[in-house]
C-alpha cells in the first residue's frame, strides 16, 4: 500500500464515526502511544472495552438531558482500513463520581497591629466542574498530527453538540496533561501528592486510569494548599499544560474556551471551559441540503467541517465550503458516500479555520 501524506486528510478518507467492538485493539494502541499517557484513556483492554459498550449504549439511547452517557469517537482512515484517532465525550463529568480538581484561590492574612497584609495563593479542593461536559481522551496517531485530522477529531465532538444539545451541559470543559519534567515526572504529583500516596507519577497516572481520579480527591488534604508552601518547580507547573498539548490549547482558545481558576489535582494541568454558545463551531455552523457534484466541479473554496444528522451512524468529515447560489453544500460523490447522505438531505457545517484569538482571561 502507498504511503500518503498528512496533506491527504483534507480528503474523504478521513472520517469521525462512533466506536465499535471491532475497534478495540486500535484503542489499545492509541491508548499506549498518547504523550502522556492518559488517564482518561486507559491502556486497559477491560475498561476500554467496556468504554466501547457504554458508548454504544449511550449513542441507541433517548435522551432528554446530560447523565451518564460516555460518547466514544473514533477517526478512520478509509484508504487504509484503520483507526488513527479518537476521543470522548462526558456529558455530564461527575455523574458517577464527583469530578475534583483544585481550584485556584487567594487568601488575605492582615494585622493591624503588626500593620501587616498579604495576599496568598492558595489551591482549594472542588467539584464545579461536576456540571460540565467534559471533552476528553483524545488520542492520534503520530503520524497525522500537525495535519486537519487534530482538527476534525477535536471539533467534531462539536458538530455533534450542536445537533444534540438536550445531551450536553451548557458549560463544556477541557482538562489538558500538565507540565512534566525530563524524566516524565509531575513536580506538582511529587510536591503534594506523592505525600499522601507514597507511589510515583507513573504507578498513579496506571491506577487513575484503571479506576478513577475520585479516589485521589479522597485521600488528599481536605483543607487548602498554600502555594509558598510548595517547591518552586510544583508552583510552576499549576496551570501549565504538557508541551505536546500547546497546540490543542491554543485551537481550544481560538474556538472561545477560556482558562478557568481550576487545574487539574493530579498533575496541575490547566482546565479549560466554555459556554457552549459562545463556541465558534457551535455558533457558525448551519444545515444546508445537499448538492451532489462531480469533485472536478467544485469551485476552490475553504474546507469545513460536515456533519450528517444521524446520531447512531454520525459522520463527521473535512469538505470544501462550497456552496451553490441557492445555499445548497455541493458535495464530491466520495463526500456524499462517507457521510451516508443523498442529494436534498441536510447537513451541518461549519468552517475549519478558527480565528486567531487572544486568550480571554478566566471563567
Not at 504511503?3 to 499506549?32: F, G, K, N, Y
Not at 473554496?301 to 454520525?314: C, H, S, Y
Not at 458535495?331 to 479555520?353: F, K, T
Request: negative net charge; proline residues 7%; hydrophobic residues 40%.
Amino acid at each position: 500500500m502507498r504511503e500518503r501524506t498528512p496533506q491527504a486528510s483534507l480528503t474523504a478518507v478521513l472520517m469521525v464515526r462512533p466506536a465499535r467492538h471491532t475497534d478495540l485493539p486500535a484503542l489499545e494502541r492509541l491508548a499506549e502511544v498518547a504523550i502522556p499517557r492518559l488517564t482518561n484513556l486507559p491502556a486497559h483492554r477491560d475498561r476500554l472495552e467496556e468504554r466501547i459498550s457504554r458508548s454504544n449504549d449511550a449513542f441507541r439511547r433517548e435522551v432528554e438531558f446530560p447523565g451518564d452517557e460516555h460518547y466514544t469517537f473514533v477517526l478512520e482512515d478509509r484508504e487504509r482500513q484503520t483507526v488513527v484517532g479518537t476521543a470522548t465525550l462526558r456529558a455530564l463529568a461527575g455523574a458517577r463520581d464527583a469530578y475534583y480538581t483544585y481550584r485556584q484561590e487567594t487568601l488575605i492574612h492582615a494585622s493591624q497591629q503588626l500593620n501587616v497584609r498579604r495576599e496568598v495563593q492558595t489551591l482549594a479542593l472542588s467539584h464545579e466542574v461536576s456540571d460540565a461536559t467534559l471533552l476528553c481522551a483524545l488520542s492520534l496517531d503520530p503520524g497525522y498530527q500537525g495535519t486537519s485530522a487534530e482538527s476534525l477529531l477535536r471539533r467534531s465532538r462539536l458538530m455533534f453538540i450542536a445537533q444534540y444539545p438536550e445531551r450536553f451541559a451548557e458549560m463544556l470543559a477541557v482538562a489538558f496533561p500538565g507540565f512534566l519534567d525530563a524524566q516524565g515526572e509531575s513536580p506538582f504529583w511529587n510536591s503534594v501528592g506523592r505525600h499522601f500516596f507514597v507511589r510515583n507519577y507513573e504507578e498513579i497516572n496506571h491506577i487513575a486510569g484503571v479506576r478513577s481520579k475520585s479516589f485521589i480527591a479522597e485521600v488528599m488534604p481536605q483543607f487548602p494548599l498554600y502555594l509558598p508552601l510548595l517547591t518552586s518547580q510544583a508552583r510552576a507547573a499549576i496551570g501549565r499544560e504538557h508541551p505536546q498539548h500547546e497546540r490543542a490549547l491554543a485551537e481550544m482558545l481560538a474556538e472561545g474556551f477560556q482558562r478557568s481558576r481550576h487545574v487539574d489535582i493530579f498533575d496541575a494541568g490547566p482546565v479549560v471551559k466554555g459556554e457552549r454558545f459562545r463556541l465558534e463551531t457551535l455558533r457558525r455552523a448551519s444545515w444546508h441540503p445537499v448538492r451532489i457534484r462531480p469533485e472536478e466541479s467544485l469551485p476552490d473554496t475553504e474546507p469545513a467541517l460536515v456533519a450528517n444528522q444521524k446520531r447512531e451512524d454520525f459522520r463527521c468529515v473535512v469538505a470544501p465550503y462550497a456552496l451553490s447560489p441557492t445555499g445548497q453544500l455541493m458535495l464530491s460523490p466520495e463526500h456524499a458516500e462517507v457521510l451516508g447522505v443523498e442529494e436534498g438531505r441536510a447537513i451541518l457545517a461549519a468552517p475549519l479555520d478558527l480565528p486567531t484569538a487572544p486568550d480571554k482571561g478566566e471563567l
